[in-house]
């Protein structure tokens, strides 16, 4: 059976946990080949090489890892720039890496604003930046750019006051490098995951009745889990999606239209 991804050369960041992983796994089960970017960190490197020991020795050959910091512009150059030195080209990017430390806002620290925002949101402009570079360098073959927003893009959160603005910028970014990349057959869409049980609110939902309540306000009865992310992640990156650019796609089990 050929996959959806079949030959296409992608890149991500954040991809060793939670949905970042989800998405590695799929795409190279759907055939893609992957550059996996992961924080700097004896605990990433460890999360990476369970990855690699997850998809097994046939698939070795079919990702590498470009551990950096995406806070910094040169992680996303260096990220795109190895990957196409292994593989030859790129064809998908997946802006993914984030942070949310749930937080009350008038006592919330500008350490802990400054980093979600460098990490979120100057982060995903910058590795946005360098895959659109290297797809515009492959013209007329262009590409396709996908950035990880949230269903917090487009409502409140009470503990996510930092973290909400990063995701309706990563929303916007999309929308923008749409206008911007099209010429170059560049595709931008952003993805917009609901209530996802992953290491970001884990604690958070830890709580018993909390996760009873959020459960009870999604139509489908359940929290996401990461693969859910997968399918529209390989839809968003396969040709099936060729005409869509400056989209967002909701994957949030039907919460957004069930909140009033």
Known sequence: MVGLLAGKIAAITGGVTGIG???????????AKVGVNYFPDDKSTKQYESL??????????????VPGDVGKPSAGQELVAKTVEK???????????GICQFTDFLTMSPELVNSTISTNLNGAVFAVQAAAQ??????????????????????????????TPTKAGVLSLMQSCACALGKYNIRCNALLPGTIRT??????????????????????????????????AVFLASDMSQYMSGS????????????Q
Do not use: C, W
Request: zero cysteines; glycine letters at 14%; proline letters at 4%.
């Open 134 to 163: 290297q797809m515009a360098r492959q013209t007329p073959q262009g590409g396709s750019i996908i950035g990880m927003s949230s269903i917090s893009a487009l409502v409140g959160g009470a503990g996510q006051t930092h973290y």
């Open 21 to 31: 992983r989800a998405i590695v796994l799929e795409y190279i089960r759907q055939g």
């Open 248 to 259: 967002q796609m909701l994957v949030d089990g039907g919460l957004f239209v069930n909140l």
């Open 52 to 65: 690699v020991a997850e998809l097994g020795r046939d698939h070795a050959n079919k990702l590498i890892a």
């Open 199 to 232: 290491q970001l609110n884990d604690e958070d939902l830890a709580d018993e009745s909390k996760r009873t309540y959020m459960e009870g306000r999604i139509p489908l009865g359940r929290l996401g889990q990461p693969h859910d992310m997968a399918g529209p």
């Open 87 to 97: 593989y030859g080209r790129l064809d998908v990017f997946v802006s993914n890496a």
